[in-house]
């Protein structure tokens, strides 16, 4: 098996684990997990990659390095991965992970980029933070795009009136141009007549 080489959500089984624990003090759960699918953005769709024999890595914090619980991530194993919250499960090798779906960011060590897993989320659980389907997302579009629409639009009919265009500086690049500061008010100002 190849280790993964590039960022994205997949899909997989967690094929190898066991407790870290840093110069820090904090204690980590490390994961291997072997890549079934990915997540195709555009399409918004899972992609087989069973036959690309790829894994990816991470450790998960479950103490941080004041001796506390890191919550989050100790709920994201227990939730997503079906950690039985055994410490002892996991150094003798009996905990049997369910399959999860895996955030994977580069991660830059000792000048050279590596690319670990950065979070667990749920198998079916849809990328990008919602829980929504395409197939949803459409019928939710069919029922309030246009109020949705109308709401942008008075946004936009709303806004304030840029007040100063950027420069374009030799080399074509904007630069912003600078705005008047406005002078400040004193108790004498001879404007004290106005009413707003």
Do not use: C
């Amino acid at each position: 098996m190849s280790e993964l080489q590039e960022a994205g959500n997949f899909r997989g089984r967690i094929v190898e684990y066991g407790l870290y624990e840093a110069e820090s003090g904090a204690k980590a759960v490390t994961l291997k997990v072997a890549i079934d699918e990915y997540w195709d953005s555009g399409s918004q769709q899972w992609g087989d990659w069973r036959n690309e024999d790829l894994t990816t890595s991470g450790s998960i914090w479950v103490i941080k390095r004041d001796g506390t619980i890191n919550s989050k991530q100790a709920s994201a194993l227990v939730e997503h991965a079906g950690w039985d919250t055994s410490f002892v499960s996991i150094a003798n090798g009996t905990w049997k992970p369910t399959p999860v779906q895996v955030s994977v960011e580069p991660d830059v060590y000792k000048y050279e980029t590596r690319y670990r897993i950065n979070w667990l989320n749920g198998y079916d659980s849809t990328p990008g933070g919602g829980n929504v389907s395409l197939a949803q997302a459409k019928e939710l579009e069919a029922q309030f795009g246009s109020q949705m629409r109308a709401i942008g639009g008075n946004v936009t009919r709303n806004a304030p009136p840029a007040t100063a265009a950027p420069l374009k500086t030799p080399r074509g690049k904007a630069v912003a141009q600078p705005v008047p500061a406005r002078p400040a008010e004193t108790e004498q100002s001879p404007n004290d007549d106005i009413p707003f």
